[in-house]
């Protein structure tokens, strides 16, 4: 089955502290003049001019504006660009099958860059086309991080010497249990950040008993807040008789 990708939106106004000078005062202003309700809603407004403007209702001065605008080099956002959940060479999962989770975990840093001006003949489509759904806004001028000594201190954590983990896990949250996760290794990081589509990472868990099921993809940092990010994906799980095992020996067979 196929994972969708969707954005995590729990992230709250607690992430934009991990900015400099950003205090309580400062994140509730954004939050309430600015419409920002996080760190990653910051990095995604259209060019610095308008993260400026925001910053400055906030009360935060050019200088320590612009120390913001380079913390935001280092502001992670985690997305699967695609998902699947399969049993290997079966078409049908049951009770009982190790089926895996295939993702592509993507990193970017940063923030977004100026908005781009209607080409001329451009415009709104004309009635009766299909709109596409617009894409997530790029991310420029990220940092690549390869370990600890290339992060920046956190406002609330400076002292800390802290490495930056990020974790993959199927989550079932109806039963409050995770089916499987683990942590990427520094090398899958690396490709997370560097890849065109990301790091190929995988999953093996076993499936619940049968019935129909709402999971959880989800990528997970431990050391940064909000930067968490949660994609549904629904399997059905089909009971496992008799009949089933003798077509599967026969096809194995065959």
């Known amino acids: 089955k196929d994972a969708k990708d969707t954005k995590d939106g729990s992230e709250g106004a607690v992430s934009l502290l991990q900015l400099p000078h950003v205090d309580e005062k400062a994140a509730l202003a954004l939050a309430r003049k600015g419409k920002v309700r996080g760190a990653g ?3 995604s407004l259209a060019g610095p001019e308008k ?4 910053l400055a209702a906030a009360g935060l001065s050019a200088a320590q504006i612009s120390d913001v605008e380079s913390h935001l080099a ?6 699967i660009l695609e998902g699947t959940i ?3 060479g079966e078409s049908q999962i049951v009770e009982m099958d ?8 993507k990193l970017s840093r940063g923030a977004a860059a100026a908005a ?5 003949g451009g415009g709104d489509a004309a009635e009766g ?3 596409e759904k617009p894409a997530r806004v790029p991310l420029v001028g990220g940092a690549v991080v390869r370990g600890k000594d290339d992060l920046p201190p956190l406002p609330f954590c400076e002292h800390c010497d802290r490495e930056e983990g990020w974790w993959i ?3 079932d949250h109806a039963a409050n249990f995770a089916l499987s996760y683990r942590k990427l290794d520094k090398k899958a990081v690396l490709a997370a950040q560097r890849e065109p589509r990301g790091h190929v990472a995988e999953l093996k868990f076993n499936v619940p008993s049968a019935g129909a099921y709402a999971l959880s993809v989800m990528v997970l940092s431990d050391y940064w807040i909000g930067a968490d990010a949660r994609y549904p994906v629904k399997i059905k799980v089909g009971r496992r008789t008799p009949e089933l095992l003798e077509k599967r020996a026969a096809a194995a067979a065959a």
Request: hydrophobic share 45%; proline share 6%; aromatic share 2%.
């Open 86 to 88: 399969e049993t290997d």
């Open 129 to 131: 086309e299909k709109k």
């Open 169 to 171: 896990a199927i989550v």
């Open 98 to 105: 190790v089926v895996t989770c295939t993702m592509n975990v």
């Open 74 to 79: 280092f502001v992670p956002r985690a997305e």
């Open 51 to 54: 993260r400026a403007a925001a």
């Open 116 to 120: 781009e001006t209607t080409a001329p």
């Open 41 to 43: 809603e910051l990095a």
